[in-house]
């Protein structure tokens, strides 16, 4: 059973930066898509970046439009890790963010858009953005 863990959230100024970690245990994750959504106030969970890695391909990643230019999502397989950086950051990417794991994964990210695709989640990490 993959568990996630995610830090790094915390209080940013208006165009400030903030980098989000989320270490896996339990399992690795080679081999799977992960992706990172966001919980803003009194809204669903919204999909924001996801990657995928794969040995005849590379690295692939896929961006919600108010992320795109903005966010970067990485990972290094070796510690179990995935990073989400946020820059240029604005009061409404304030919300609760949450990292994901995929069973498998695919070069299509287009298709890990949605919380149906991902089978392990971590609790998440607030992240407030103010003037």
């Known amino acids: 059973q993959v568990q996630l863990v995610e830090s790094g959230g915390g209080p940013v100024q208006v165009g400030g930066s903030l980098r989000l970690y989320c270490v896996a245990s339990?399992?690795?994750?080679?081999?799977?898509?992960l992706g990172w959504f966001r919980r803003l106030p009194g809204q669903e969970r919204e999909f924001v970046a996801a990657?995928?890695?794969?040995?005849?391909?590379?690295?692939?990643?896929y961006y919600s439009y108010s992320a795109l230019d903005r966010f970067t999502i990485s990972r290094d397989d070796a510690v179990n890790t995935v990073y989400l950086q946020l820059t240029s950051l604005k009061p409404e990417d304030t919300a609760v963010y949450f990292c994901?794991?995929?069973?498998?994964?695919?070069?299509?990210?287009?298709?890990?858009?949605?919380?149906?695709?991902?089978?392990?989640w971590g609790q998440g990490t607030q992240v407030i953005v103010s003037s």
């Open positions: 994901a794991a995929a069973a498998g994964t695919s070069d299509e990210l287009r298709y890990y858009v949605t919380e149906d695709k991902y089978h392990y």
């Open positions: 339990g399992g690795t994750i080679s081999g799977s898509t």
């Open positions: 990657i995928s890695w794969r040995q005849t391909s590379g690295v692939n990643t």
